[in-house]
């Protein structure tokens, strides 16, 4: 019965890539909005990417042009592919789903980027 799963995180080099997946149980029947966050050892999180229902994203200034958020809306998924990964982003990444009145998080998926 759990929400939110998120999966495929794992241990890769600098400048390899990872793609992130995140899936909402089909007891949540509107998602307005899915997004990923990431808290690096020792600070807050912060936001990484999201994506709306119709479509439109918002990535963190850090990540522009390295990662891409996607979704599948027939299996309320949403993917993060990261590229070009640099050890900055070592994090544990958490999926944030929001259905307008409540918002629902995974339990996170660890990111390690190192040689």
């Known amino acids: 019965q759990v929400p939110v799963v998120e999966s495929g995180g794992g241990l890769v080099q600098p400048g390899g890539s990872l793609r992130l997946s995140c899936a909402a149980s089909g007891s949540i029947l509107t998602i307005y909005y899915m997004g990923w966050y990431r808290q690096p050892p020792g600070k807050q999180r912060e936001l990484v990417a999201g994506?709306?229902?119709?479509?439109?994203?918002n990535y963190a200034d850090s990540v522009k042009g390295r990662f891409t958020i996607s979704r599948d809306g027939a299996k309320n998924t949403v993917y993060l592919q990261m590229n070009s990964l640099k050890s900055e982003d070592t994090a544990v990444y958490y999926c944030?789903?929001?259905?307008?009145?409540?918002?629902?998080w995974g339990q996170g998926t660890q990111v390690t980027v190192s040689s």
């Open positions: 944030n789903v929001n259905e307008g009145l409540r918002t629902y």
């Open positions: 994506i709306t229902s119709g479509g439109s994203t």
